[in-house]
């Protein structure tokens, strides 16, 4: 049998029936995207042991176009997309991913980022995968018996939703305090002064989730426009 990488390997034929991506202009972003695309396609056909031929049959999609894909030298549609995902077992999402291509990311708590900072007094582990910018931070949270630990602020729109999982915890914002027991939870703007104490004498625990503020759009303004009217 061959490995996956030899069939990661194969190659389309050439001649006549190969697929053919239009002549258009390419830029940098769509470059990108035929890259991630194709390393996502040709992982998880070596994944299940499939060559180009098996995929080719499972799926409808030509063998030509399928190695078009994997090269980065053609976009696929929707159509194609789905039709390989629904061979392939996984969602169409999968192929677009840094991560998670099988539509799960195994993240082992002894592999798990952790900071400590406060000599030892505030500890955070990430829950999310590492690596790429993502609209949500996940984070486990200690703070150690009488301990405050100052938050940092965020861009404008960043809010934070902490939920105690053990002991108690007093979140001020600005000059407002809120003391949380165990199970309660409170949703913030982490884009003002913030700070998480532990007023009780043993280790407290919370999970929280950091959604990022959307990246306003860039609008292309004519130089001309401001001298109109």
Same mark, same amino acid.
């Given at each position: 049998?061959?490995?996956?990488?030899?069939?990661?390997? *194969?190659?389309?034929?050439?001649?006549?029936?190969?697929?053919?991506?239009?002549?258009? %202009? $390419?830029?940098?972003?769509?470059?990108?995207?035929?890259?991630?695309?194709? =390393?996502?396609?040709?992982?998880?056909r070596a994944e299940r042991q499939l060559s180009l031929d098996a995929l080719a049959?499972?799926?409808?999609?030509?063998?030509?176009?399928?190695?078009?894909?994997?090269?980065?030298?053609?976009? %696929?549609?929707?159509?194609?997309?789905?039709?390989?995902?629904?061979?392939?077992?996984?969602?169409?999402?999968?192929?677009?991913?840094? +991560?998670? =291509?099988?539509?799960?990311?195994?993240?082992?708590? *002894?592999?798990?980022?952790?900071?400590?900072?406060?000599?030892?007094?505030?500890?955070?582990?990430?829950?999310?995968?590492?690596?790429?910018?993502?609209?949500?931070?996940?984070?486990?949270?200690?703070?150690?018996?009488?301990?405050?630990? %100052?938050?940092?602020?965020?861009?404008?729109?960043?809010?934070?939703?902490?939920?105690?999982?053990?002991?108690?915890i007093e979140v001020s914002v600005h000059d407002r305090r809120q003391l949380l027991a165990t199970g309660d939870?409170?949703?913030?703007?982490?884009?003002?002064?913030?700070?998480?104490?532990?007023?009780?004498?043993?280790?407290? $625990?919370?999970?929280?989730?950091? =959604?990022?503020?959307?990246?306003? %759009?860039?609008?292309?303004?004519? +130089?001309?426009? +401001?001298?109109?009217?």
């Amino acid at each position: 049998m061959q490995s996956p990488l030899a069939l990661v390997r *194969d190659r389309a034929p050439e001649g006549h029936d190969a697929a053919h991506a239009p002549d258009e %202009p $390419r830029t940098s972003e769509f470059d990108a995207l035929e890259h991630r695309v194709g =390393v996502n396609l040709a992982r998880l056909r070596a994944e299940r042991q499939l060559s180009l031929d098996a995929l080719a049959r499972a799926s409808g999609v030509s063998r030509a176009m399928l190695a078009q894909i994997e090269s980065a030298r053609s976009v %696929p549609s929707i159509k194609v997309l789905c039709k390989v995902a629904a061979a392939l077992k996984v969602s169409v999402a999968a192929f677009l991913r840094r +991560h998670a =291509v099988n539509g799960f990311e195994h993240l082992p708590a *002894d592999r798990s980022a952790r900071v400590v900072t406060s000599n030892g007094r505030y500890w955070t582990r990430a829950l999310h995968p590492d690596g790429e910018p993502s609209t949500a931070e996940f984070h486990e949270l200690r703070i150690a018996p009488l301990h405050t630990e %100052p938050g940092t602020q965020r861009a404008p729109g960043t809010t934070v939703n902490l939920v105690v999982s053990v002991g108690t915890i007093e979140v001020s914002v600005h000059d407002r305090r809120q003391l949380l027991a165990t199970g309660d939870s409170i949703v913030f703007d982490a884009d003002q002064p913030h700070s998480l104490r532990n007023p009780g004498d043993t280790e407290a $625990r919370a999970f929280r989730v950091t =959604v990022n503020a959307e990246t306003p %759009p860039r609008w292309d303004v004519p +130089h001309d426009a +401001h001298t109109e009217g």
